[in-house]
């Protein structure tokens, strides 16, 4: 009898932290206890009715520093807490007057108890702990204003390194979002155009009155002539700044963030995604450009760890950057459309950690919710994609205005209406402030063929 109500007590302890010690115990304690459980209860109760109401709420409080940390010290404290309750509920259950082998078992039972159920909660309070980092990471502030309805995010890519860091970007895409739907633009631009245009009245367009025309500068080399005269720049990153001016000035439209990738980062956090599914047309070597080829991502539909998306997304040996642009939106577009809620959350500590070392970004933390939102909604939508690299565009002569029309005309498609030309003018008008030359307004763009070949 005494063996079944030292059990008896540990598994009130279980299902109602505090009973135990009502029933048999320090009853001020049980109170306290149960009161808090109570309210535990109540408050998730909440939770599920406010989720079921608004599912995105959910983005809202894994997105919020606030939450994380009160979150983390509730488990904590929940932890150890619930941890003491079930020692005092083996005290009370008096295991001196028990049989040595119903002793042991009281002894074990209440230590599996104990150990699970803490161990899960500062488990939890660790993940909650790391998302916290990686939000802090983040600078202060709001999700700012869209332009012409849409959020411009500059995506920058580049290889990690002492002297490759925030230098000489090896991929720049544009990730045009719709403010209401999502619906996403991602616009490729080759690192080696030349003869372009910064953004009238910019700190690179006083410098570059005429475009940036200089023997050997190339659109990826924007950034090393900043760094190079940062007493130009009120900014702590010049080269970004700069590289920003130049992507409105060849596109006509105003960037509201810039995100910088680190690739080796991007390589974790594949890992930590558990991979990603790619329809590989082409054989892409791996290595290669003074190194030895050390083996090949064979054509078919393929599940890539991240050192084969990585290199699938970088390899430039026996193809050109136009090609490799192609193939960095597939990895882009695969990874938005293929992760699972369920892998994120088991995998969640590496996610947090990998996104920490992967990405240098000025997108304000209170932005972060509004973003993901968009997201979620993006991954039901094909995303359209252009790339101003040849036959379109002349990479060393770009038209401009060509190049304007090829956006437009992708957003307008993108959000299933048809702008009148005047409007399409009138928008590329506010960040240019110029006509560049002749408009082949007949020009349609073709936004799938590249992703196509590639993927």
Known sequence: MRFRRALTLMGFTLVVPGSAQLIAGNRDVGRVAVRIWLLTLGVLAYLGIRLAIDPYYAVDLSLSPTFMLVLRLYLIAGAIGWAGLFVDAWRIGQPLSLRLQHRRAIVGVNGILCFSIAGTMLFGAHLAGAQRHLLLQF????????????????????????????????????????????????????RNMQNFKFREGSVMDKQFPQGFDCDGCYLNGVSTWAGDHTDLFDSDHPGIEATVMAIEGITGLKMNYWAMVNMKG????VDAFGGVTLNVRDRIPVGGLGDDVTGYIEPGKRKLNGREALWFARSREGSDDYSRMARQKCVMTALLTQISPRKA????????????DMISTDIPGGALADFAKLALLARDQKVATVSLVPPQIDTAHPDL??????VETAIDRAESREQPKSTRKKRSAKVTGASLGSRNDGYVANETDDVAAAC
Request: proline letters at 3%; a neutral charge.
């Open 266 to 269: 991007f390589r974790r956090l």
């Open 345 to 356: 959350l088991t995998n969640f500590n590496e996610i947090a950690q990998a996104s920490t």
């Open 139 to 190: 600078v202060d502030g709001e999700l700012g204003a869209s332009h012409d309805g849409r959020y411009n995010v500059l995506l920058l890519g580049g290889d990690s390194g002492a002297d490759r860091w925030g230098l000489r970007p090896d991929s720049m895409t544009v990730a045009s979002i719709d403010a209401k739907t999502g619906k996403t633009v991602m616009i490729g631009l080759p």
């Open 401 to 406: 205005d060509k190049i304007r029309t090829m």
